[in-house]
Nanobody, 114 residues
Framework: QVQLQESGGGLVQPGGSLRLSCDAS????????MSWYRQVPGKEREWVAS??????TEYADPVKGRFTISKNIRNTVNLQMTALKPEDAAVYFC?????????WGQGTQITVSS
């Protein structure tokens, strides 16, 4: 059963914008934080951004000032990405942290190319 569902991936030109969404409404546990990670073939999964239940946010240096993470009361987390660069291309994964376990989505592909 899919607990986290990402959406919004696709192809975008360099300098363009894209918004990813992650629906965590099926998770029955209390979520303490949600994050986005990304991974390119042959590399480790890389943390991108996090938002805690209280609303505080953190960003990896490569995306600071360009990406914005936000959430709504129904546990949907968005990642607004602007000024996209070719090096932002990756499979983006949503992660939810609960006191019992972590959840991962299946990933959504972002391609940045002209």
């Amino acid at each position: 059963q899919v607990q986290l569902q990402e959406s919004g991936g696709g192809l975008v030109q360099p300098g363009g914008s894209l918004r990813l969404s992650c629906d965590a409404s099926k998770i029955i546990y209390t979520i303490t934080a949600m994050s986005w990670y990304r991974q390119v073939p042959g590399k480790e999964r890389e943390w991108v951004a996090s938002i805690r239940s209280g609303g505080s946010t953190e960003y990896a240096d490569p995306v600071k000032g360009r990406f914005t993470i936000s959430k709504n009361i129904r546990n949907t987390v968005n990642l607004q990405m602007t000024a996209l660069k070719p090096e932002d291309a990756a499979v983006y994964f949503c992660n939810a942290v609960t006191p019992w376990r972590n959840f991962w989505g299946q990933g959504t592909q972002i391609t940045v190319s002209s």
